[in-house]
């Protein structure tokens, strides 16, 4: 697994050296020269992966649209993205999202990018919850899988995820396990 940091663009060479995957910011792509040429110039060096968020949650707090396909084509080509996260809709129909992402995905595989989904919901509309994520390689490609738990099933999920922790001796497991029970139990999940 590799963790990335959104690094400003001050503190590029303090901060954002040295790593083997990079997540750079669509709109700072487009907008700062100076981010995307340290990022271009280092992967010539070092070949890391980057990964081009598509700069929803900035574009959201803007409260400007999404980047479109095209746009983020634009700024993956700019940086040399080797993944491009696919245009999201934070708190909005996870409908949206997942219909965009069926449209924008081959897309981005006929320009040799790896998409990399996130997705997004009206957190008041969410009758499931994200309970796990696996990342792993398959067919050489890195894949990421997501589980959900509807709520109706959320004890009988935790309750087996109690008793996996307590045979492996992952008391730290069994904690969040017991704080998100208690949780249940104030209704406030």
């Known amino acids: 697994m590799n963790f990335c940091h959104i690094t400003p663009t001050a503190y590029l060479d303090i901060f954002a050296t040295g790593r083997k995957c990079h997540l750079l910011l669509a709109h ?3 907008e700062d020269s100076t981010y995307r040429d340290w990022y271009v110039r280092e992967k010539k ?3 890391f ?6 700069s929803a949650f900035e574009m959201f707090k803007r409260k400007e649209p999404m980047y479109d396909s095209n746009k ?7 940086c ?13 129909d996870y ?7 069926k449209e924008t995905a081959d897309t981005l595989i006929s320009h040799n990018f790896k998409p990399f989904f996130c997705p997004q919901s ?12 696996v990342e792993s390689l398959v067919n050489y490609n890195m894949q ?7 709520k109706e099933d959320l004890s009988d999920t935790l309750e087996k995820i109690m008793e996996w922790a307590l045979e492996e001796e992952e008391y730290e497991i069994c904690a969040r396990v017991k704080k998100v029970e208690e949780k249940l139990v104030k209704e406030e999940f």
Do not use: C, G, S
């Not at 983020?72 to 700019?78: E, I, M, Q, S």
């Not at 009206?122 to 796990?132: A, I, R, T």
């Open 28 to 30: 700072l792509v487009n």
């Open 45 to 47: 060096q070092y070949n």
């Open 49 to 54: 992966d980057i990964i081009l968020d598509n």
């Open 72 to 78: 983020l084509l634009d700024a993956a080509n700019k």
């Open 80 to 92: 040399n993205a080797d993944y491009v996260v696919m245009t999201d809709y934070p708190n909005e």
């Open 95 to 101: 409908h949206k999202t997942i219909e965009k992402a």
């Open 122 to 133: 009206v957190e008041e509309d969410l009758e499931e919850h994200h309970v796990l994520r």
């Open 144 to 150: 990421k899988f997501n589980f959900y738990v509807k």
